[in-house]
């Protein structure tokens, strides 16, 4: 909770609602915002990140794989890194792509329930990219 007394500051600590569990969790404040807090759960990042790598991972031994039989012809490393892009990009740019990522962190959506084109709503005020998040 915001103290008057101390002025503005950059986070707060929010208790879990689950009973018996004791942590508590760091939280940006943002005073404009809904009284709603919405938390990314660190494990389900990690879980995400793991599942990124594994991808990454299956992507490039493919890619090799198909190159040692013979079937891919490369000229240059930078062939072999579009191709690489281009495979990790049609992907997570198809149904099964995000759906893999979903279950890798314990979410059972239907592949037709999923959105490939998310709208980005960025918050007025400065920290807006624009219609990217890079």
């Known amino acids: 909770m915001l103290n008057p007394d101390q002025g503005p500051q950059d986070f707060e600590i929010v ?14 404040t943002d005073h404009a915002a809904t009284p709603f807090k919405v938390m990314i759960d660190p494990k389900m990042r990690m879980d995400l990140r ?3 790598i594994d991808l990454i991972d ?21 062939e072999y890194i579009e191709l690489f892009a281009r495979s990790l990009k049609e992907t997570m740019e198809s149904r099964e792509g995000v759906s893999y990522l979903l279950r890798s962190v314990g979410f059972d959506v239907p592949q037709n329930e999923i959105n490939l084109e998310p709208e980005l709503r960025w918050k007025k005020g400065p920290g807006a990219f624009g219609p990217s998040l890079l």
Request: charged share 30%; aromatic share 8%; hydrophobic share 35%.
């Open 15 to 28: 208790a879990t609602e689950q009973r018996g569990v004791n942590r508590r969790t760091l939280a940006t």
């Open 50 to 52: 793991r599942a990124l």
């Open 58 to 78: 299956y992507h490039d031994e493919a890619l090799a794989e198909h190159f040692a039989d013979g079937k891919l012809a490369l000229d240059s490393y930078k």
